[in-house]
């Protein structure tokens, strides 16, 4: 799950070095729609599975890994559904982990199809 919250973040700075990069307008406003959610999906996976089971020394500066940035959303976008497809197959994650995993796979899926429009 401390991949996850790494990607996520990743994710999220990939998201604004291209929308601070664009000249394009709408590409612009696709940019930070593509943001949302994310701070919410973060909270939620450092509350709900890290603090409420006392693991919260796991959380470190380097939280933000900038190795797992891509500037390619579309293809950052296919690595995060697929590891969260993976994190799913998880028979250690509870109910209330998957359930979330699910809420996130399905906004990536929303997410993929706005990248293509880029």
């Known amino acids: 799950m401390y991949q996850l919250l790494q990607m996520l973040i990743a994710f999220k700075y990939a998201c604004k070095i291209n929308h601070w990069a664009t000249d394009k307008y709408a590409s612009h406003l696709l ?7 994310i701070d919410t999906w973060t909270d939620t996976i450092a509350e709900s599975h890290f603090m409420a089971n006392d693991k919260k020394k796991v959380f470190k500066s380097d939280i933000l890994n900038s190795k797992l940035i891509e500037k390619n959303l579309v293809l ?5 559904i697929s590891y969260l497809e993976k994190l799913q197959n998880d028979d250690d994650l509870n109910e209330g982990d998957l359930s979330l995993l699910g ?8 997410k993929l199809a706005l990248a293509k429009l880029i």
Do not use: A, V
Request: charged share 40%; net charge negative.
């Open 103 to 110: 809420d996130i796979e399905s906004g990536f899926l929303s």
């Open 31 to 37: 940019y930070d729609r593509l943001t949302e959610d």
């Open 76 to 80: 950052f976008c296919e690595k995060i």
